[in-house]
């Protein structure tokens, strides 16, 4: 019984202790029903103004949106678009590249994914192998992804940037 009116009086004076020291608490009242019914009434607000504020939201937003769009989106961002960019010329890349002479001699198989970034105009900007295999099959990919175009992706009917990733396997055939 001791113990419950201790623990009583010391949250009662913790409570008293931290309302007193910060003062908006000191000095608050509750409104009355007048008042607040007065209070409501003068919150009435002109839709045609709201209207106005909500459109110029809409173009804040958008100029904000621009220019994150020209940041370079981290590679490992994952960015939902609705339109994925889609390369133009990948059959003339992997002809390119064919199957390297001195690893197809060595009897190296594997695969090289390469993350490439796609500008608004779905050209190439920069790329990043993250799936090394060896590297008489990761050299030659890393020199002609550079040549590869795309489709731009899109968002909210805008081209964006974005990374995409493309595999290059390489298998021998006996």
């Known amino acids: 019984m001791k113990i419950t009116h201790f623990f009583i009086v010391l949250v009662l004076g913790l409570i008293i202790i931290s309302c007193s020291s910060n003062p908006q608490n000191s000095e608050h009242t509750e409104p009355n029903k007048d008042e607040e019914v007065d209070a409501i009434a ?7 103004s709201t209207k106005d504020m ?3 939201n809409v173009l804040i937003d958008k100029e904000a949106s621009k220019d994150t769009l020209d940041v370079e ?3 490992s961002a994952i960015i939902l678009v609705d339109e994925d960019p889609k390369p133009l010329n990948l059959g003339e890349i992997y002809q390119a590249i064919g199957y390297p002479s001195k690893a197809k001699e060595a009897g190296i198989e594997g695969s090289v994914v390469v993350s490439v970034l796609v500008g608004e105009n779905g050209e190439y900007l920069k790329h990043k192998i993250i799936t090394h295999a060896h590297p ?3 050299d030659p990919v890393d020199l002609e992804v550079k040549n590869l175009r795309f489709t731009p992706a899109m968002k909210a009917g805008e081209t964006v940037k974005v990374w995409i990733n493309l ?3 390489f298998k021998l055939v006996n």
């Open 42 to 48: 003068d919150t009435n607000i002109d839709t045609a």
């Open 54 to 56: 909500l459109d110029t």
């Open 73 to 75: 989106p981290s590679i």
């Open 136 to 138: 008489l099959l990761s």
């Open 167 to 169: 595999p290059f396997k």
